[in-house]
């Protein structure tokens, strides 16, 4: 069979475009997140991890929903990260992340007062870094 002459397309879609970013951001994160757990430890290990944890679902919702303001996704991933924190003070969350390792990740088990803090960290440089490049944008 011949090759298809037709030209691949260059452009994105919009859709995909405006999420491009977020995608992005959410993957650096992880990898950012999983090295930080590998090569640091102790407290700076914990508390950066708790706020790339924040940064993370900031990306995602900004994934989800692109157009959405960078002061919301922040209220909105903090919000997210403290429900789980504070979650952690029942059993649920313990006995869900013995199950395995993706579990323990997302959800914790023992709840910790300075996480809060490291989750409003995160949040305070997702929304910098988001209205920065907003306003640099446009």
Excluded: C, N
């Excluded at 303001?69 to 003070?89: K, M, N």
């Amino acid at each position: 069979m011949p090759p298809d002459p037709r030209p691949l397309p260059t452009r994105l879609p919009a859709a995909l475009r405006s999420r491009l970013p977020a995608l992005v951001t959410a993957a650096v994160t992880i990898a950012a997140g999983l090295t930080v757990r590998a090569v640091t430890g102790g407290w700076f290990g914990k508390y950066a991890g708790d706020a790339l944890y924040t940064v993370l679902v900031y990306a995602l919702i900004v994934l989800v929903w692109p157009r959405v303001s960078p002061g919301r996704a922040a209220l909105g991933a903090l919000a997210f990260s403290w429900v789980v924190e504070f979650a952690q003070l029942t059993p649920v969350p313990a006995a869900l992340s013995e199950t395995g390792v993706l579990a323990r990740l997302v959800l914790g088990s023992t709840f910790g007062i300075a996480d809060l803090a490291a989750y409003a960290a995160g949040a305070a440089l997702a929304w910098s870094a988001h209205a920065l490049l907003r306003h640099r944008a446009g």
